[in-house]
């Protein structure tokens, strides 16, 4: 078992080489489709597997499409890694879409609704001396 310092350390490894392999590693045109960025990797703490997270921009269909080349090119990235990263053993690699910035978006974008579509509220300053008086009158 690896411990949680080398855990960390190859997934950021991984994670820095799979961006890489993205740029200009992977010829799918598939993965060209959407903007895809690398947003986390998990790596098993026996270092066997590491599912990679990544962010897609761009329609349903480019997604889809992307994920698709995504999935096709894992055996070409699980051996690419082998060569780049200094491992016993290579982990199996597989890819996840990661929706969490489009939800954080979504989020934002009803909190920015509701804040415009809430009236203005009429701040009124009381002074505060006059319930004061009432209350010691009681």
Excluded at 28 to 36: A, E, L, S
Excluded at 69 to 78: I, M, N, P, Q
Excluded at 118 to 131: F, G, H, I, Y
Aim: glycine residues 6%.
């Amino acid at each position: 078992m690896a411990t949680n310092r080398r855990v960390s350390r190859v997934a950021e490894l991984i994670k820095r080489e799979v961006s890489q392999m993205l740029l200009n590693g992977i010829k799918d045109d598939r993965v060209g489709t959407g903007m895809v960025s690398v947003t986390d990797v998990d790596v098993s703490g026996d270092l066997q597997h590491a599912k990679i997270y990544v962010s897609i921009y761009g329609t349903d269909e480019a997604k889809a499409e992307t994920m698709a080349g995504l999935k096709s090119a894992t055996g070409y990235v699980r051996s690419e890694l082998g060569a780049r990263v200094r491992l016993r053993r290579t982990p199996e690699v597989l890819f996840l879409e990661d929706r969490s910035i489009e939800r954080g978006n979504k989020v934002l974008a009803l909190l920015n609704q509701l804040n415009h579509e809430r009236p203005p509220e009429n701040l009124v300053v009381e002074d505060s001396t006059d319930q004061d008086d009432e209350l010691s009158d009681e």
